[in-house]
Nanobody
């Protein structure tokens, strides 16, 4: 399995931006498609977006489309989540995850998970 560590969370005002990073180790990074999920207290884990192995293909949840961008640097074994125009409802713990499958939007389709990083958006 690959080990994943997220970073970059914090407190930001509504309308602001944050960039999350997810560093991978343990297995060749390019064999995995990567996903970002989030989970707010009392809610189920929610798909945010995913990126293909090559980085050429991305998909996003409707709630973040046009505001969030996922990218990856395979030379650095890192995937990023750029979050712009943040809203209070984006407040969650954000997780990155890896999958051997080419395309998955549900949490059960991912094999390894990071520990999560808290993002709090104040109004």
């Amino acid at each position: 399995q690959v080990q994943l560590v997220e970073s970059g969370g914090g407190l930001v005002q509504a309308g602001g931006s944050l960039r999350l990073s997810c560093a991978a180790s343990g297995r060749p990074f390019t064999i995995y498609a990567m996903g970002w999920f989030r989970q707010a207290p009392g809610k189920e884990r929610e798909f945010v977006g995913r990126i293909s192995r090559s980085g050429l293909s991305t998909n996003y949840a409707d709630s973040v489309k046009g505001r969030f961008t996922i990218s990856r640097d395979n030379a650095k074994n890192t995937v990023y989540l750029q979050m712009n125009s943040l809203k209070p409802e984006d407040t969650s713990v954000y997780y990155c995850a890896s999958t051997n499958a080419p395309y998955r939007e549900t949490a059960d389709g991912y094999d390894s998970w990071g520990q999560g990083t808290q993002v709090t958006v104040s109004s």
